[in-house]
Nanobody
Framework: QVQLVESGGGLVQAGGSLRLSCAAS????????MGWFRQTPGKEREFVAA???????????DSVKGRFTIARDNTKAAVTTVYLQMNSLKPEDTAVYYC?????????????????WGKGTLVTVSS
């Protein structure tokens, strides 16, 4: 059974940091690109960051470039873990953050390019 489970969300003050984790299991996730997306009430889900299957290549939304860093750990056979280090957080970063896996080009970050999704973790940044 494929599972993506996010953790690490919470409440933080503006300017602070959080690290999100996503534990992916149930298939060979080391062969797939992985990404983070976020959504706030009333808005469409938006892309945040993505990493290639090896972690050698990354791609970021302009809104988080220079503040967020995505990384992955493929060293464990049964579980691939993807991290999102978020620094210099702003109130507008408040959202539910979702982890997802997908195929195709790294920069194809449309929802339909991602085939498995986690249930999300809430990040709240207070001003």
């Amino acid at each position: 059974q494929v599972q993506l489970v996010e953790s690490g969300g919470g409440l933080v003050q503006a300017g602070g940091s959080l690290r999100l984790s996503c534990a992916a299991s149930g298939r060979t996730f080391s062969s797939y690109k992985m990404g983070w997306f976020r959504q706030t009430p009333g808005k469409e889900r938006e892309f945040v960051a993505a990493t290639s299957w090896s972690g050698a290549s990354t791609y970021y939304a302009d809104s988080v470039k220079g503040r967020f860093t995505i990384a992955r750990d493929n060293t464990k056979a049964a579980v691939t873990t993807v991290y999102l280090q978020m620094n210099s957080l702003k109130p507008e970063d408040t959202a539910v953050y979702y982890c997802a896996s997908g195929t195709g080009p790294l920069r194809d970050v449309r929802d339909r390019s991602m085939d498995y999704w986690g249930k999300g973790t809430l990040v709240t940044v207070s001003s």
